[in-house]
């Protein structure tokens, strides 16, 4: 997944978990006592940029957000960023989603 963002806006990125049936369709995954964590890196030299927040929208029904708010990506550089979610089961089973690239732009209507 690649994402364009504007430098000092709003992050908000919603997630769905969701495991794949046999006849192809997707049922959601209870996150129901999940935890997670997510961090953003420059893709050139792997640098923490951020830890993103997660925000639980329905954990019976697999929903979050990733969020950062206009502070924090006012600080991303303005190059390509690389993110994923680590999720941790209550059985403890550790899994991580697909890298997310975000393109990082500068913002043309700012302060200065």
């Not at 927040?53 to 206009?70: D, F, M, R, Y």
């Not at 890298?99 to 209507?109: E, L, W």
Request: glycine content about 6%; proline content about 4%; aromatic content about 6%.
């Amino acid at each position: 997944m690649i994402l364009e963002q504007k430098r000092g806006d709003s992050f908000q990125l919603p997630i769905h978990y969701e495991l794949e049936q046999i006849d192809e369709t997707f049922a959601p995954i209870n996150i129901t006592g999940y935890t997670f964590r997510s961090q953003v890196r420059e893709e050139s030299s792997d640098e923490l940029v951020c830890e993103l927040g997660i925000v639980i929208n329905s954990a019976a029904q697999g929903l979050a957000t990733l969020t950062a708010e206009p502070a924090v990506t006012s600080l991303w550089p303005v190059q390509r960023l690389i993110a994923d979610v680590e999720a941790i089961s209550p059985a403890g089973i550790k899994t991580s989603s697909e890298t997310i690239y975000i393109d990082v732009i500068a913002d043309v209507t700012r302060d200065g």
